[in-house]
């Protein structure tokens, strides 16, 4: 397996991995403390949490030629954040699945897409993964912030701790 298929698979794994971590820490919250007002970008937890989860679906909806079936990039999808844990564990298992499916020629290639704007592209998958990876984590540094607010113990989701547990790294080839 090459390098690039299994930092793809990596960077899934990783992702799942964090979200869990970071979900875990957000439904541990006294009730209101998740989808409480606060001063970010998308102005609480919940509404940071959707929104990762909203850009995930538009990226692999546009990667599949599919529709992703939101219209905002804010769009609450769950105010529960229970239901929201649900549905991001379903669909860190879909990224997981698709990328697995990936090989080298699949991921060096490139696809064509249109953003909100209706404006087209063509760019190359690879890095296209790396932005969907960096974007969750940008915004799961937003989430862990907001957790050390409320007063929350925020959980440890660096990469290099992921990479130090065996099991992780293995199950990613």
Do not use: C
């Not at 669909?91 to 909100?116: C, E, K, P, S």
């Amino acid at each position: 397996m090459s390098q690039t298929v299994r930092h793809v698979r990596t960077m899934a794994r990783y992702n799942a991995w964090a979200n869990t971590r970071l979900y875990d820490a957000v439904v541990a919250l006294p009730p209101g403390e998740a989808v409480r007002e606060r001063p970010s970008f998308f102005g609480s937890i919940v509404k940071t949490l959707n929104h990762v989860l909203v850009g995930d679906r538009i990226w692999f909806s546009r990667i599949a030629g599919t529709d992703a079936g939101v219209s905002r990039l804010d769009e609450v999808l769950y105010a529960d954040p229970q239901a929201l844990y649900g549905a991001r564990e379903d669909f860190d298992a879909h990224i997981i699945r698709t990328v697995d499916g990936w090989d080298d020629a699949r991921l060096a290639g490139t696809f064509r897409y249109a953003n909100m704007a209706g404006e087209t592209f063509e760019q190359p998958l690879h890095p296209v993964l790396t932005h969907v990876f960096n974007h969750q984590a940008h915004h799961r540094g937003q989430v862990h912030q907001m957790l050390s607010e409320s007063g929350a113990e925020p959980p440890s989701i660096d990469l290099i701790y992921f990479l130090r547990d065996p099991a992780s790294v293995l199950e990613a080839g």
